[in-house]
Nanobody
Framework: QVRLVESGGGLVQAGGSLRLSCVASGRIFSINAMGWYRQAPGKQRELVATSDITTNYADSVKGRFTISRDYAKNTVYLQMNSLKPEDTALYYC???????????????WGQGIQVTVSS
């Protein structure tokens, strides 16, 4: 099992910044990909950014969000700049294993952390 613990969420005004962190522990050797999804009230969970051999971003966050990893600390970060009210959601850290081109099994999920952007 892999345990994921998120931190760094909160309330911020539009145009502001936040940085989310997610620390992985447990069977780290079983994962090679980490990422972030989010879910707004009444909407489906959607991809925000992922990192394995390459990085991948949702169109809605390109140029504003940056995903990065510290392999020594088993941590993935999401730097969020120029935040908009529509970025308000519960953000989930995820980890899994990429087994092929565009094929990642996201087996592990964090509890989620709230990000609220006020207008």
């Amino acid at each position: 099992q892999v345990r994921l613990v998120e931190s760094g969420g909160g309330l911020v005004q539009a145009g502001g910044s936040l940085r989310l962190s997610c620390v992985a522990s447990g069977r780290i050797f079983s994962i090679n990909a980490m990422g972030w999804y989010r879910q707004a009230p009444g909407k489906q969970r959607e991809l925000v950014a992922t990192s394995d051999i390459t990085t991948n971003y949702a169109d809605s966050v390109k140029g504003r969000f940056t995903i990065s990893r510290d392999y020594a600390k088993n941590t993935v970060y999401l730097q969020m700049n120029s935040l908009k009210p529509e970025d308000t959601a519960l953000y989930y850290c995820t980890a899994g294993r990429t087994t092929g081109v565009a094929t990642t099994n996201w087996d592990y999920w964090g509890q989620g952390i709230q990000v609220t952007v006020s207008s």
